[in-house]
């Protein structure tokens, strides 16, 4: 199993940037297939990002390509997504996920999630 637990949201303008970081629990971290969704107000939760167990493979949403980075150490058995240029549209709460075996877009396929950390974006 896995534990996992965002931080760093917060409120940033329009053009700034954060760094969500997501710290798991376990020994076998580098093993796990990782995410990072978002939910804003009365919509469902959709995917922003995934990078495969080895970090070597990552997958954007378009809406964030270019602007969003997301990246693993393992060492520190961290998750981290580097978000710039940040639009009022990327205001939401972002949740991590983690999965053994499952890589994809679908917010179902993944078996762990944190609590989520709140992103606000003002124009």
């Known amino acids: 199993q896995v534990q996992l637990v965002e931080s760093g949201g917060g409120l940033v303008q329009a053009g700034g940037s954060l760094r969500l970081s997501c710290a798991a629990s376990?020994?076998?971290?580098?093993?796990?297939?990782m995410g990072w969704f978002r939910q804003a107000p009365g919509k469902e939760r959709e995917f922003v990002a995934t990078?495969?167990?080895?970090?070597?493979?990552?997958y954007y949403t378009d809406s964030v390509e270019g602007r969003f980075t997301i990246s693993k150490d393992i060492a520190a058995n961290t998750l981290y997504l580097q978000m710039n240029s940040l639009k009022p549209e990327d205001t939401a709460v972002y949740y991590c996920?983690?999965?053994?075996?499952?890589?994809?877009?679908?917010?179902?396929?993944?078996?762990?999630w944190g609590q989520g950390t709140q992103v606000t974006v003002s124009s």
């Open positions: 996920a983690a999965d053994l075996n499952y890589s994809g877009t679908d917010s179902s396929g993944y078996t762990y």
């Open positions: 376990g020994r076998t971290f580098a093993a796990y297939y």
């Open positions: 990078i495969s167990w080895g970090a070597g493979n990552k």
